[in-house]
């Protein structure tokens, strides 16, 4: 099964930038979707962004178009998650995960079957 670690989170302020990281054991173009998921305490996951590998179409959250950028590298077995112009309200627990088939709506989490260990994301004034 493959394994999913992210990297790239830290502490920024309001109105900066960071790029998060989720590199795959196996090839991510073997995967039908990627996504990214943030979960900030006492609140839900949330879908934040995905990508299918074949066509390469991404979706977003409202909170976050025009914000961030989801790519992935296939050379790279790797996702990213450019985020920029982030706000206070963006701190979470980014979270990457993958969907063998694709199938279900990108934003909900049962969608997808394999989860990271998340990496931190923290934005002050």
């Known amino acids: 099964q493959v394994q999913l670690v992210e990297s790239g989170g830290g502490s920024v302020q309001a109105g900066g930038s960071l790029r998060l990281s989720c590199a795959a054991s196996?090839?991510?173009?073997?995967?039908?979707?990627m996504g990214w998921f943030r979960q900030a305490p006492g609140k839900e996951r949330e879908g934040v962004a995905s990508?299918?590998?074949?066509?390469?179409?991404?979706f977003y959250a409202d909170s976050v178009k025009g914000r961030f950028t989801i790519s992935q590298d296939d050379a790279e077995n790797t996702v990213y998650l450019q985020m920029s112009s982030l706000k206070p309200e963006d701190t979470a627990m980014y979270y990457c995960?993958?969907?063998?088939?694709?199938?279900?709506?990108?934003?909900?989490?049962?969608?997808?079957?394999?989860w990271g260990q998340g990496t931190q994301v923290t934005v002050s004034l």
């Open positions: 995960a993958a969907s063998l088939y694709g199938l279900g709506l990108w934003y909900q989490t049962n969608t997808y079957s394999t």
């Open positions: 196996t090839s991510t173009s073997s995967r039908k979707l």
């Open positions: 990508i299918y590998a074949g066509s390469g179409a991404t």
